[in-house]
């Protein structure tokens, strides 16, 4: 098992559905922004997290489009065939836990009179398999 931890923007509204059996899973679409070291050029990676039973009603009830978050998982595969008989087949997060981080700053930004977001950039925060810059395209 891969375990995978990340961090990232909504890029739209959580996806809550459920299974025939009645189980609730909600699909996330979780844009992550990195630099590369050369060149500081800036490129985003789309992530698929996926949760399920209360975790995921609590994910539709309580995130929302643009949210910050992050999460931690487990790294699968799904595969399948289409209509025309083409095999797809792409990798996403099965999410243990996801999170809403909440800055220590206070709100008012009386840090040196830094916003969350430029505290946040300059605190580089670095995750195990992505390092991540707060500037979403959102």
Do not use: C
């Not at 699909?27 to 630099?35: D, K, S």
């Not at 992530?47 to 009603?57: H, P, Q, R």
């Not at 008012?108 to 430029?118: A, I, T, V």
């Amino acid at each position: 098992m891969i375990r995978i931890q990340g961090e990232g923007r909504l890029g739209q509204d959580p996806d809550l559905r459920s299974t025939a059996a009645g189980r609730p899973v909600v699909g996330l679409r979780v844009a992550a922004t990195n630099r590369t070291p050369r060149d500081g050029e800036k490129t985003t990676l789309w992530i698929d997290v996926e949760a399920w039973g209360d975790l995921a009603e609590n994910i539709a009830e309580e995130l929302h489009k643009g949210d910050y978050i992050s999460f931690v998982g487990r790294l699968q595969l799904d595969e399948w065939t289409n209509k025309e008989g083409e095999p797809g087949r792409k990798f996403k997060i099965t999410a243990d836990s996801v999170a809403k981080p909440v800055s220590r700053f206070p709100a008012d930004g009386d840090s040196n009179g830094m916003s969350d977001r430029e505290r946040i950039r300059e605190a580089k925060h670095e995750v195990e398999t992505l390092t991540l810059d707060e500037e979403e395209p959102f």
